[in-house]
């Protein structure tokens, strides 16, 4: 099965600052990605999937590329609201693994 | 609305089975692949399983870690989707979400979770 590794596990951030999460894949799985937030207490939120694409309604200081088996998240200009556990996660075939999460605070 | 309600979770004795139930409502139900995600306390996010539509034969899969013990099902007549769950062991203690895969192959769509807790 491949496997999703997120980095870092965690990251501490002052507003305003510029955020990067990775996703990599352990074999290539094209675009067949999804970046999911998570705030404390809530669902989970899709906010883009195919790797670059934003869901509707979702701020565009978020964006994700990458294809094949590395991929990031941006937030361009943190926000409070942004606080939460970001997720990645594959679906080009079962089993649809998520990747371990990436917690986001505010410094 | 657009909406997934879960139902069935609650407290049961290692060994023992639950069904838990997905109600969907403001889309298309009998047309979505619908998945299982469950998420321990204070942990990461675990696809369960899934199922898809009736035109792809209704095929299922399941994570290593339930093959053999969770089953999942569903009712197109009640816009409604099952996984029953035996066999249970205590690390299966955890949030069960039910989420539609959407045309873009991403769940869109989250019922708001239930609560299942296998302790003796």
């Known amino acids: 099965d491949i496997q999703m590794t997120q980095s870092p596990s965690s990251l501490s951030a002052s507003v305003g600052d510029r955020v990067t999460i990775t996703c990599r894949a352990s074999q290539g799985i094209s675009n067949y990605l999804a970046w999911y937030q998570q705030k404390p207490g809530k669902v989970p939120k899709l906010i883009i999937y195919?790797?670059?694409t934003l869901q509707s309604g979702v701020p565009s200081r978020f964006s994700g590329s990458g294809s094949g088996t590395d991929f990031t998240l941006t937030i361009s200009s943190l926000q409070p609201e942004d606080v939460a556990t970001y997720y990645c996660q594959k679906y080009n075939s079962a089993p649809l693994t998520f990747g371990g999460g990436t917690k986001v605070e505010i410094k | 609305e657009v909406q997934l309600v879960e139902s069935g979770g609650g407290l049961v004795q290692p060994g023992g089975s639950l069904k838990l139930s997905c109600a969907a409502s403001?889309?298309?139900?009998?047309?979505?692949?619908m998945h299982w995600v469950r998420q321990a306390s204070g942990k990461g996010l675990e696809w369960v399983g899934r199922?898809?539509?009736?035109?792809?034969?209704?095929?299922?899969a399941y994570a290593a870690s339930v093959e053999g013990r969770f089953t999942i099902s569903r009712d197109d007549s009640k816009n409604t989707a099952y996984l029953q769950m035996n066999s249970l062991k205590t690390e299966d203690t955890a949030v069960y979400y039910c989420?539609?895969?959407?045309?873009?192959?991403?769940?869109?769509?989250w019922g708001q979770g239930t609560m299942v807790t296998v302790s003796s």
């Open positions: 199922i898809r539509s009736k035109v792809n034969t209704y095929a299922t």
């Open positions: 989420t539609r895969l959407s045309s873009q192959y991403a769940f869109d769509i």
């Open positions: 195919a790797a670059s």
């Open positions: 403001g889309f298309t139900f009998s047309g979505s692949a």
